[in-house]
């Protein structure tokens, strides 16, 4: 299995809804990443998880909320989202921090309403 | 602050053509230089480069890297409309921790 899987793979939510996102891998990756991407954006770095421990929070909002359950988990809990909030989220894994062979999965498409 | 800089910022071309596109970085600590084609959804790697003035090539795609000037080209030869996406380049540093993207450059092919 050489793929990350994002679900779901589309999500509308309103302004007062709780969702999840979920992403999950089985290449052994230690390092897993939450990007957010806006229309004609590059990615932009949210969340960065090595061996299931928070490294990176790139001053994110607390309306997002990440969890990494195990070694093959990623999550990302969404609470009281903007409209603003609506956007391509990636989520990427690769063997090690300093190892760059990213996997980026498919992505959710999130609406905000 | 580590920017990456991608020229053009898109390209119409028709089938055929040869195009290069242009990443120019500034990173502290650099360490490597990927290249992602990216379509509807999630990007796609295509090249990772960490050594200067080695080519590394697939099929059509060819992109090298130059640590002195800092930069990089991504070549694509015989264009064809499946082509047709947005080139990311992105910078790695030494920790890892991270990929810095350019904007990337939007490539339309015409038949």
């Known amino acids: 299995d050489t793929e990350v899987t994002q679900t779901p793979k589309h999500l509308v939510m309103g302004m007062t809804n709780k969702k999840s996102l979920k992403c999950e891998q089985h290449?052994?990756?230690?390092?897993m990443y939450w990007y957010k991407q806006k229309a004609k954006k590059p990615p932009e770095l949210m969340f960065v998880y090595s061996y299931e421990k928070l490294s990176i929070n790139e001053s994110v909002p607390s309306r997002f909320s990440p969890e990494c359950p195990n070694s093959s988990l990623l999550n990302l809990h969404l609470h009281a989202l903007q409209p603003e909030d609506s956007a391509l989220y990636l989520c990427?894994?690769?063997?090690?921090?300093?190892?760059?062979?990213?996997?980026f999965g498919s992505g959710t498409r999130l609406t905000v309403v | 602050e580590d920017k990456v800089v991608q020229s053009p910022l898109s390209l119409v071309v028709h089938e055929g053509d040869t195009v290069t596109l242009n990443c120019s970085y500034e990173v502290t600590n650099f360490r490597s230089l990927l290249w992602y084609k990216q379509e509807k959804k999630a990007p796609t790697f295509l090249f990772m480069l960490?050594?200067?003035?080695i080519e590394k090539k697939s099929g059509r795609l060819s992109s090298i890297l130059d640590k002195k000037e800092l930069f990089s080209i991504l070549n694509i030869t015989a264009t064809q409309t499946g082509d047709s996406a947005i080139y990311l380049c992105?910078?790695?540093?030494?920790?890892?921790?991270?990929?810095?993207f350019g904007k990337g450059t939007t490539l339309s092919v015409s038949s």
């Open positions: 960490t050594s200067s003035g």
């Open positions: 990427a894994s690769s063997q090690g921090l300093k190892n760059y062979g990213y996997t």
């Open positions: 992105a910078a790695a540093n030494q920790a890892g921790t991270a990929l810095i």
């Open positions: 290449m052994g990756h230690r390092a």
